[in-house]
């Protein structure tokens, strides 16, 4: 599991900032749509979450001095609506529904398509499905940060 963590954390999408130059570069390298099958969300928020929204979701992640603007504070979307969390916000915004400049030249990436191609077989029906599960995880962890 551990080597599979190294391999997740340089894989999907890397962020390399270079903080001197304000650079942000994108990297893509292919997952192994098994392992990342097994993992919770908090594991695949970690790895492909975290270097922009930080850890715990904060909005602080070693990324962030690269973007054009704020990232969100995860942790307090349920304060902000109400305090009910915003689920099908959420959701929309991690499948790319919701497709908002936020870093600049480029999008968040849209986890629907991204997680849709890491499964390279079966049909689209079935690779859409992998991709929703995969977004129920980490909206569901999302949930789970608020305060």
Same mark, same amino acid.
């Given at each position: 599991?551990?080597?599979?963590?190294?391999?997740?954390?340089?894989?999907?999408?890397?962020?390399?900032? &270079?903080?001197?130059?304000?650079?942000? %570069?994108?990297?893509?390298? *292919?997952?192994?749509?098994?392992? %990342?099958?097994?993992?919770?969300?908090?594991?695949?928020?970690? &790895?492909?979450?975290?270097?922009?929204?930080? *850890?715990?979701?904060?909005?602080?992640?070693?990324?962030?001095?690269?973007?054009?603007?704020?990232?969100?504070?995860? @942790? @307090?979307?349920? =304060?902000?609506?109400?305090?009910?969390? *915003?689920?099908? #916000?959420?959701?929309?915004?991690?499948?790319?529904?919701? #497709? %908002? %400049?936020?870093?600049?030249?480029?999008?968040?990436?849209?986890?629907? /398509? +991204?997680?849709?191609?890491? #499964?390279?077989?079966?049909?689209?029906?079935?690779?859409? =499905?992998?991709?929703? /599960?995969?977004?129920?995880?980490? @909206? /569901?962890?999302? +949930?789970?940060? +608020?305060?």
């Amino acid at each position: 599991m551990k080597k599979f963590l190294g391999i997740l954390g340089m894989g999907g999408f890397v962020v390399c900032v &270079n903080t001197s130059a304000g650079e942000l %570069v994108i990297k893509e390298q *292919p997952l192994e749509w098994q392992d %990342v099958a097994h993992l919770d969300g908090g594991v695949v928020f970690s &790895n492909l979450c975290a270097a922009c929204h930080g *850890p715990g979701g904060e909005g602080n992640g070693r990324a962030v001095g690269a973007l054009n603007r704020d990232v969100p504070n995860l @942790t @307090t979307l349920s =304060a902000r609506n109400d305090g009910i969390y *915003p689920y099908a #916000r959420v959701k929309n915004a991690i499948i790319g529904k919701t #497709r %908002v %400049v936020e870093h600049g030249a480029i999008d968040m990436p849209s986890w629907e /398509e +991204q997680f849709s191609n890491v #499964r390279p077989s079966g049909s689209a029906l079935i690779r859409k =499905a992998y991709a929703h /599960e995969r977004i129920h995880l980490l @909206t /569901e962890y999302i +949930q789970s940060l +608020q305060g």
